[in-house]
């Protein structure tokens, strides 16, 4: 079974990379549509609470070691996660207080595995969820999911560089071709979710993409036709 699963994930590879590649701009749409709604006025608790944290990130918490700790941990128990479903054994997961750790598993890993922490903003979706039991006046839910959103955020995009031995274990030129579509659209469900909407509400919103995809592909087909009869 789990040889069945890597070969699946493997000849998935490189034909979910074309999609993501070439699905990129629709993926920019859909996820604007998604925070044009954010843009009124009435919203600015939501916006308040997303710049407070970016500000803290950047004068104070960078620079302390429980913070990026917080983020690791998500970060090393999605490698943890992606590789239990997928049947690898993990032998250890560690994460240090300066923030640094790593997951040990037994090889051969995927792409899926090693990517994983790199889009999905697993502690974002859940603690959406659970902020909407809490039962917090309407401006202070507002404030806190803006501020929970910034700094899963910053959380990523720290984590986004170059020198990540991830990127070279998946192939660098896949994670060009697949993580900023993915990225776009795990946070574009967690956009989806901040409005107010279920998990139910996410497939409408990668279906959304999907006709995106296909629209584009159209209009790229007919002028590539239209170009090469004229």
Do not use: C
Request: proline share 6%; glycine share 10%; aromatic share 14%.
């Amino acid at each position: 079974m789990r040889r069945f699963l890597r070969l699946g994930l493997q000849g998935l590879r490189w034909p979910l990379g074309m999609v993501t590649l070439f699905g990129l701009p629709a993926a920019l749409r859909v996820i604007w549509n998604e925070i044009h709604p954010l843009m009124r006025t009435d919203q600015w608790p939501f916006w308040a609470g997303f710049a407070g944290i970016l500000i803290l990130w950047a004068l104070w918490w960078r620079h302390i070691r429980w913070a990026r700790f917080i983020t690791t941990i998500e970060h090393e128990s999605l490698h943890a996660i992606v590789g239990m479903l997928t049947l690898i054994p993990v032998r250890e997961l560690k994460v240090r207080e300066d923030g640094s750790g790593h997951v040990l598993f037994e090889p051969p890993g995927h792409w899926l595995l090693y990517l994983a922490p790199y889009f999905i903003p697993l502690l974002l979706l859940i603690e959406i969820g659970l902020t909407g039991l809490m039962g917090l006046p309407e401006w202070a839910e507002r404030g806190l999911l803006g501020a929970l959103l910034g700094l899963s955020l910053v959380g990523h995009l720290r984590q986004i560089h170059p020198r990540q031995t991830d990127f070279r274990h998946a192939g660098r030129a896949y994670t060009i071709a697949f993580l900023p579509t993915a990225f776009l659209l795990a946070y574009g469900a967690a956009f989806t979710m901040l409005q107010g909407g279920q998990l139910g509400a996410i497939p409408n919103f990668l279906g959304a993409w999907g006709e995106g995809v296909l629209n584009d592909a159209q209009w790229a087909w007919h002028h590539l036709h239209h170009w090469w009869n004229s």
